[in-house]
T-cell receptor, first 116, second 110 residues
Framework: GAVVSQHPSWVICKSGTSVKIECRSLDFQATTMFWYRQFPKQSLMLMATSNEGSKATYEQGVEKDKFLINHASLTLSTLTVTSAHPEDSSFYIC????????????FGPGTRLTVT | DAKTTQPPSMDCAEGRAANLPCNHSTISGNEYVYWYRQIHSQGPQYIIH???NNETNEMASLIITEDRKSSTLILPHATLRDTAVYYCIAKIQGAQKLVFGQGTRLTINP
């Protein structure tokens, strides 16, 4: 089946620094990837849609200058949290869309970000 | 996408069938019903999807009512590893976004 990986699986950073999270589709090409954020005991919230070779589309209320998304290849999308603050601490999950007669989404294992 | 309504939590005994309901009374004719689950601290896992016919795969069965206003996900022989949050989502196949509701927290008890 389709596999999506994320790196790192967890990261701790200091307030004010930036951190990059990678999302890779391992055995398929993904023209579209998605980034979600999940706070404890809450559901996943879609942050942005990332299309290869073009600018990401952000959901309402998500700061595009704070959450930089780059989708430079068909197998890699990155999310950079800039000038991180403790309130950015969350579980970040990416997904990638594959066409197999129909479009299906496959999710990565998530990245736990803690900002101290 | 049509709104879906699920009970916030359910319990089931290990080895029994777990039946998870979902209401989607405003679903449109071209929207599919998708089920995902999320085990604690992991990414969501696709389970099954269907349009109007009942579907079965190695993980579960999906029963959709004839009027398509509700559906039930059935895990035929629940195990402790099936403890997770289960999400029912109505989505046009091919639509980009997958929007998650609150889901049902299913606990399988020994």
């Amino acid at each position: 089946g389709a596999v999506v990986s994320q790196h790192p699986s967890w990261v701790i950073c200091k307030s004010g620094t930036s951190v990059k999270i990678e999302c890779r589709s391992l055995d398929f090409q993904a023209t579209t990837m998605f980034w979600y954020r999940q706070f404890p005991k809450q559901s996943l919230m879609l942050m942005a849609t990332s299309n290869e070779g073009s600018k990401a589309t952000y959901e309402q209320g998500v700061e595009k200058d704070k959450f930089l998304i780059n989708h430079a290849s068909l197998t890699l999308s990155t999310l950079t949290v800039t000038s991180a603050h403790p309130e950015d601490s969350s579980f970040y999950i990416c997904s990638a869309r594959e066409y197999r007669g129909t479009y299906e989404q496959y999710f990565g294992p998530g990245t736990r970000l803690t900002v101290t | 996408d049509a709104k879906t309504t699920q009970p916030p939590s359910m319990d089931c005994a290990e080895g029994r069938a777990a039946n998870l309901p979902c209401n989607h009374s405003t679903i449109s004719g071209n929207e599919y019903v998708y089920w995902y689950r999320q085990i604690h601290s992991q990414g969501p896992q696709y389970i099954i999807h269907g349009l109007k016919n009942n579907e079965t795969n190695e993980m579960a069965s999906l029963i959709i009512t004839e009027d398509r206003k509700s559906s039930t996900l059935i895990l035929p022989h629940a195990t402790l590893r099936d403890t997770a949050v289960y999400y029912c989502i109505a989505k046009i196949q091919g639509a980009q976004k997958l929007v998650f509701g609150q889901g049902t927290r299913l606990t399988i008890n020994p």
